[in-house]
């Protein structure tokens, strides 16, 4: 039943040539010696695709999409030994934030280099959502350093005042207010 379902989702030539194994496990192992071969050019090609993606006129998310189906079909495409020492993985992650960088577009040169000066380096995924905003216009101002921001605004204008600094002058007025009241 296994050889049979192999067979039929191969196509008809590679099927024939099979055809005449005797266990699914042989057929497999057949088809794995023949197929399942990483491939070395297909690797150099992709690397090379890579390369010499740019954003263009695409938005933050198409291209991520490009980059993204990109390296996971070089993942696919590996010729290189196995990792055992587990740096492998954080290489590659700053190896993909360094080529997505590489190629966006000029007016993302202060995300870019901003980016670049972070010790340790930002993941992908937080690169991508401040390109996202950055995109949209709602650019988060903390990047700039300015931290306002992130205070809550009413629907009557205050001075920014940190949180500390609003309680304590609540605080600073009731204890004023007790004080001139009479003692019990």
Not at 53 to 77: H, P, V
Request: net charge positive; aromatic share 10%.
């Amino acid at each position: 039943m296994v050889k049979a379902w192999i067979t039929n989702s191969l196509s008809r030539d590679i099927a024939i040539s099979i055809m005449c194994l005797p266990t699914a496990k042989d057929v497999w192992k057949d088809i794995n010696e023949r197929f399942g071969q990483s491939n070395g050019s297909r690797y150099i090609q992709i690397q090379r695709e890579i390369s010499s993606t740019s954003q263009g006129s695409s938005d933050i998310a198409a291209y991520f999409t490009k980059m993204r189906s990109l390296w996971d079909e070089l993942n696919c495409s590996y010729v290189g030994p196995e990792c055992t020492c587990g740096a492998l993985p954080k290489f590659i992650q700053d190896q993909q934030l360094f080529q997505f960088l590489s190629g966006l577009n000029e007016s993302f040169s202060t995300v870019k280099s901003n980016t670049l000066m972070m010790t340790p380096l930002s993941s992908l995924s937080k690169v991508y959502s401040l390109l996202q905003n950055d995109e949209s216009g709602m650019r988060p101002n903390w990047i700039s350093g300015d931290f306002t921001a992130f205070s809550a605004s009413s629907s009557s204008p205050r001075p920014h005042t940190n949180f500390n600094q609003h309680h304590n002058t609540k605080y600073n007025q009731y204890s004023a207010s007790s004080s001139n009241s009479k003692p019990y």
